[in-house]
């Protein structure tokens, strides 16, 4: 596993270096030196299991997980239709205090050459969906896994999920994820390691942001230069200072052409003033001109582009995982009668039921 050296800048003043976080590093769960860091739910039952390489079954996993205690149930979530692997899973101990066993002596091993990630599964989404406690990790080395994240993060408290984000082939992306059970821990984590040289990278370290609230800032941040697309082609220059004149006085417009000088149907406006250029985009975001619906924006780096799709995407795929991960329920001491149809009518007549499958291995151990 990675190894993290997490480093302070250096005092602005005085050119020394401020002493360095404590060098003991915490075990899984929050424990450090054997003192619980934040409250762990020793009652909770139930795992979620990610990160799960797509071969991976539910006897592996009952091969794996066995060795730590009595397990209930064994679930490899898959897709309805084609039944393949999800890459996640639940798993079920008879008590709390295995399942936290298996949570601490597990996390992170590797399975058909995929670290998994273990956390809680917590049936109550409200925790989830608010995001409190939960930040956000940039510009970390490549060698940074997430492992070697979780224990830097958990000597500020106990931690739900950690993730850092990889790519098809498994490369960190360079940022990653970590939800805290509590906002103080978050807060904490924050005020000292924000700025932080981590692997003799400076990070960024702060409040993850949903996606509404990812709008109102940008839309809270000034700006002087603005895009317009779906241009008609004969839309010239001159066309965009007349039309984007009448909010302010701007210094440039200008319609980008190709080699052979034909639109390529977006320009580019800059005004002298930024709230001239916010009057900009709100008033003609939308609106036609020779029965085309112009899109104005304020006018992004290619490189804030591609960051600001990625944390989309990823983000979007992490509260995808937390809008489901509550939904799903578990039943036991079924009749060997009882098929997956017969289940599905039964609880139909309470919602929409997505999916409806029997444990395909069962487990006594």
């Not at 091993?109 to 599964?121: A, D, E, G």
């Not at 009749?335 to 039921?353: A, H, N, Q, Y």
């Amino acid at each position: 596993m990675a190894q993290i050296q997490v480093q302070r800048q250096q005092a602005a003043a005085t050119g020394a270096a401020a002493p360095p976080p404590p060098q003991s590093m915490p075990t899984q769960n929050g424990m450090a030196g054997g003192v619980a860091t934040g409250p762990i739910p020793l009652g909770s039952t139930s795992l979620y299991v990610g990160d799960l390489d797509l071969n991976v079954s539910e006897a592996q996993l009952a091969d794996l997980f066995g060795q730590v205690g009595q397990l209930v149930s064994i679930r490899v979530c898959r897709d309805q239709t084609t039944r393949r692997s999800l890459g996640y899973a639940y798993i079920n101990f008879t008590n709390g205090q295995e399942a936290a066993r298996a949570l601490e002596l597990l996390n992170f091993t590797p399975l058909n050459n995929s670290p998994i990630r273990i956390m809680y599964s917590h049936r109550d989404p409200s925790l989830r969906k608010s995001g409190a406690g939960n930040i956000y990790i940039k510009n970390l080395d490549k060698a940074i896994d997430h492992k070697a994240l979780h224990d830097t993060f958990s000597a500020f408290g106990n931690i739900l999920s950690c993730k850092v984000a990889t790519d098809a082939s498994g490369q960190s992306k360079g940022y990653g994820f970590v939800q805290f059970d509590t906002e103080e821990a978050a807060k904490n984590a924050i005020d000292k390691l924000n700025g932080m040289l981590i692997n003799d990278k400076q990070v960024y370290v702060g409040p993850f942001l949903r996606k509404q609230e990812r709008d109102s800032s940008t839309s809270n941040t000034r700006f002087n230069n603005v895009f317009v697309k779906n241009l008609s082609e004969s839309t010239a220059d001159e066309d965009l200072k007349n039309v984007f004149g009448e909010y302010g006085s701007i210094t440039s417009a200008v319609v980008m052409r190709d080699g052979d000088g034909k639109s390529r149907c977006f320009g580019f406006v800059n005004f002298e003033n930024a709230d001239d250029a916010a009057k900009a985009v709100e008033a003609l975001n939308g609106e036609k001109f020779d029965d085309k619906e112009w899109f104005v924006a304020k006018a992004q780096k290619k490189s804030e582009r591609e960051q600001e799709l990625k944390g989309r995407f990823e983000q979007s795929m992490k509260e995808a995982v937390d809008k489901y991960q509550g939904l799903n329920l578990y039943i036991k001491n079924l009749d060997d009668t009882i098929s997956d149809e017969m289940l599905k009518e039964m609880f139909s007549e309470f919602g929409t039921v997505t999916s409806c499958k029997g444990l395909l291995v069962p487990v006594s151990i």
